[in-house]
């Protein structure tokens, strides 16, 4: 079974600053995808950036910007001139590419940015 | 476009009761559908998820069913409620191998 681990349950950062948070994941598969989603206050969630593991080049969404190495099992998420609105639980989510299976989530990290 | 409605918002039940919260997809046919909870303070448990009508996959044994009587159509019931029960509930859809995940906007249950 895959599991994601996010070792950092709160992080905080300063406005305009630049910040980090780890993912971690454990699978036997080749062929997967990786996501990140933010839940702000309000509670819904929304997908930040997404990753295909067959590809070398990681994601970018503008200020939004991953760090995927395949071989560590590791998917960092880095937002620079993160933004007050930027505050929310951010979760990182593996998926199998085969097959109709879930999306499994790790625990979350919760993103405060301060002014 | 496609969207998902999941309602109530938000629900106060007493223990013992019963419980159903619906979830429904515009805009698309034949989608995967998934129910989590989020409980205080923790990440997205997935309690079940269906890839066509009348198919239920649990992930985890517990207090809830769920039913899916048509194509986009996704319910979460029970019939006895535990205090245990209360959280976040998340109904999500996709449409297939490699798409990400679409949520609603959760309900949130309070068990009393």
């Known amino acids: 079974a895959q599991t994601v681990t996010q070792s950092q349950p709160e992080m905080s950062v300063q406005e305009a600053e630049t910040v980090t948070l780890s993912c971690t994941y454990d699978t036997s598969e080749n062929n997967y995808y990786l996501f990140w989603y933010k839940q702000p206050p309000s509670r819904q969630m929304i997908l930040v950036i997404r990753q295909e593991a067959y590809k070398q080049q990681n994601a970018t969404e503008n200020r939004f910007s991953v760090n995927f190495q395949k071989a560590a099992k590791s998917f960092s998420l880095k937002i620079s001139d993160s933004q007050l609105g930027d505050t929310a639980m951010y979760f990182c989510a593996f998926m199998k590419l085969s097959g109709n299976t879930p999306l499994v989530f790790g625990k979350g990290t919760r993103l405060s940015v301060i002014a | 476009s496609q969207t998902i409605h999941q309602w109530p918002a938000t629900l106060v039940q007493p223990v013992g009761s019963p419980l159903s919260l619906e979830c429904t997809v515009e805009?698309?046919?034949?989608?995967?559908l998934y129910w989590y909870r989020q409980a205080a303070g923790r990440g997205l448990q997935l309690l079940f998820y269906?890839?066509?009508?009348?198919?239920i996959s649990s992930e985890v044994p517990q207090n809830l069913s769920a039913s899916r009587p048509q194509d986009r159509q996704f319910i979460l019931s029970s019939k006895k409620l535990l205090l245990s029960d209360s959280g976040f509930y998340l109904c999500?859809?996709?449409?297939?191998?490699?798409?990400?995940?679409?949520f609603g906007q959760g309900t949130r249950l309070t068990v009393v």
């Open positions: 805009g698309t046919s034949n989608p995967n």
């Open positions: 999500a859809w996709r449409r297939g191998q490699g798409d990400e995940a679409f």
């Open positions: 269906s890839v066509g009508i009348g198919q």
